[in-house]
């Protein structure tokens, strides 16, 4: 399978093709050439004084906020900074981080593994080591509910992509939960918090084989590492410690998975298969492709309509020794960022797995946590166990992201379906006449106008080209088959109500 095709989803097809003649502008993300990363600036995670290892970070979601990012450490601090600055190379971590720091507070007495953006980047989700959730007004700083019901660490936070009220979380128990903000309990606690318990909760949810044994004769780790909320809406993806198995869940019905995929480790040896644990997912903004961060120092790219044929590819260079480590797929899918424990970050081509990654070296540490901001294209943040956050910038002089003057088009408007129906069931179609039309007839000439309109034949430079059925039968026919609504590309993402669309359906076996 040609890594290419498998990675663009139908509207990025759709993107880069040429439409009568004029080219749809594509997002600069994607790189055609060898990208250039340059930094923009790094700031030091400190409290009074005190340096702190960064352990989780995030860009808001929203485009009026998107550059602010949003850091969690291990003491238990949430950090806000702005990263449209570009400081100087002289100017130390300290000082830019005085200058960019917009606010911090204490959110919990623990570390802080994962943060989330809710509800138009208003509120702020902080899963702690302490077994808790917290829900905090970003503006005031102040807590408004505590979400309990884990035992163990919370490892992994994710909501749901259209209802931000729909949390799911795992945890070092092996569980992960599904939580509905909108139950809060009638009472609160004396931090005046809401508490909300779980609305639903799988416990080991990845349980480690019972001949699986470490070191001094403990058993391996059942922890559920890492969690993601589909966008199909109903499924949840989760991986753990054990090995490096993702499985898929329905909500609707979470008795037992759906589905689950991993690497193909027959051919590997016993001690590569005992690393085999998963430290991160990941999706795009389309949901096509997901990405695994393994403990066999390799980040595994799936398709999720193609689970069942494993991994698409995968990627290869960076150093996966510690659960901290994580990686992030860009939103358009083109290009795949990690932390690594030899202290650089990487990046590399999504359509280009074995071509050398481009390395990030300014780290002296692990470094752990990454992400991509989704709406500045080709900013990115990393950051490491050096105690400082690093900003960058991925610059491709082949996509430019300006628009030049002969880049400008005019809009070309399609006909409606029911005006090209008319004119095709038309046989003899009505001209434009030569002679000039009075200007006190303007809506006889816009009737005379539309009916010398034909619908124009488009076509793609690699399609071969087909004659157009003109007859009203055939039009009939084709909008009323199913067969023609099932292999629509658009079925995937946008389904009609009549045809099954989550990813349940996809795996299912029909009774």
Same mark, same amino acid.
């Given at each position: 399978m040609e890594i290419r095709g498998s990675s663009r989803s139908f509207f990025q097809s759709v993107r880069s093709r040429e439409l009568t003649g004029f080219r749809v502008r594509k997002r600069p993300y994607v790189a055609d050439s060898t990208a250039v990363v340059s930094e923009v600036g790094a700031v030091a995670v400190e409290h009074r004084g005190d340096e702190t290892p960064p352990l989780a970070l995030s860009f808001c979601q929203t485009s009026k906020y998107s550059y602010i990012l949003a850091v969690s450490d291990e003491d238990g601090y949430v950090s806000l900074f702005d990263t449209r600055p570009k400081f100087a190379p002289s100017t130390s971590c300290r000082e830019s981080a005085d200058k960019a720091r917009i606010g911090d507070w204490v959110a919990h007495q623990n570390a802080i593994f994962d943060i989330c953006w809710i509800k138009e980047d208003t509120k702020i989700l902080t899963a702690s080591g302490d077994q808790t959730i917290r829900l905090w007004d970003v503006e005031k700083m102040k807590s408004s509910s505590l979400l309990m019901g884990h035992a163990g660490s919370v490892k992994s936070l994710c909501s749901h992509p259209t209802n931000s009220d729909l949390i799911v979380s795992g945890s070092r128990d092996g569980s992960f939960a599904i939580w509905d903000l909108r139950c809060k309990c009638n009472t609160r606690n004396r931090l005046g918090e809401f508490c909300i318990g779980p609305t639903y909760m799988v416990k080991g949810a990845h349980p480690s084989p019972r001949n699986k044994w470490v070191?001094?004769?403990?058993?391996?780790?059942?922890?559920?590492?890492?969690?993601?909320?589909?966008?199909?809406?109903?499924?949840?993806?989760?991986?753990?410690?054990?090995?490096?198995?993702?499985?898929?869940?329905?909500?609707?019905?979470?008795?037992?998975?759906?589905?689950?995929?991993?690497?193909?480790?027959?051919?590997?040896?016993?001690?590569?298969?005992?690393? =085999?644990?998963v430290s991160s997912l990941s999706q795009d903004s389309n949901g096509v492709l997901l990405s695994a961060s393994c403990m066999d120092n390799r980040i595994y790219l799936y398709n999720i309509l193609q689970l069942e044929k494993g991994p698409v590819t995968s990627f290869s260079g960076c150093h996966i020794e510690s659960f901290y480590v994580k990686s992030k797929i860009s939103p358009d899918a083109s290009h795949l960022l990690s932390g690594s424990s030899d202290g650089s970050g990487y990046i590399w081509q999504v359509s280009k797995p074995d071509a050398a990654p481009i390395t990030l070296?300014? =780290?002296?540490?692990?470094?752990?946590?990454?992400?991509?901001?989704?709406?500045?294209?080709?900013?990115?943040?990393?950051?490491?166990?050096?105690?400082?956050?690093?900003?960058?910038?991925?610059?491709?002089?082949?996509?430019?992201?300006?628009?030049?003057?002969?880049a400008? &088009?005019? &809009?070309?408007?399609?006909?409606?379906?029911?005006?090209?129906?008319?004119?095709?069931?038309?046989?003899?179609?009505? =001209?434009?006449?030569?002679?000039?039309?009075?200007? @006190?007839?303007?809506?006889?000439?816009?009737?005379?106008? &539309?009916?010398?309109?034909?619908?124009?034949?488009?076509?793609?430079?690699?399609?071969?080209?087909?004659?157009?059925?003109?007859?009203? =039968?055939?039009?009939?026919?084709?909008?009323?088959?199913?067969?023609?609504?099932?292999?629509?590309?658009? @079925?995937?993402?946008?389904?009609?109500?009549?045809?099954?669309?989550?990813? &349940?359906?996809?795996?299912?076996?029909?009774?």
């Open positions: 070191r001094r004769g403990k058993a391996a780790s059942t922890s559920t590492t890492a969690v993601l909320c589909l966008k199909d809406e109903v499924s949840v993806a989760t991986a753990g410690a054990v090995d490096s198995t993702v499985k898929f869940w329905d909500t609707r019905n979470l008795k037992a998975q759906i589905t689950q995929t991993c690497p193909d480790t027959k051919s590997a040896t016993e001690k590569v298969r005992r690393l =085999h644990g070296n300014s =780290h002296d540490g692990e470094v752990s946590a990454v992400a991509w901001s989704p709406h500045e294209a080709g900013k990115l943040a990393t950051c490491s166990d050096d105690y400082t956050v690093r900003a960058w910038n991925i610059e491709n002089k082949c996509c430019s992201t300006t628009r030049s003057a002969s400008i &088009r005019k &809009r070309v408007m399609a006909i409606t379906t029911g005006e090209c129906k008319r004119l095709l069931m038309t046989e003899d179609t009505e =001209h434009v006449t030569k002679d000039p039309i009075p200007s @006190s007839s303007k809506e006889s000439q816009q009737i005379n106008f &539309r009916s010398s309109i034909m619908p124009p034949k488009i076509s793609t430079p690699e399609a071969p080209k087909k004659n157009f059925d003109s007859s009203s =039968h055939y039009l009939e026919n084709y909008e009323k088959s199913p067969e023609a609504t099932l292999r629509s590309p658009s @079925s995937v993402l946008n389904p009609p109500s009549s045809v099954k669309r989550t990813i &349940r359906d996809y795996f299912v076996a029909p009774s």
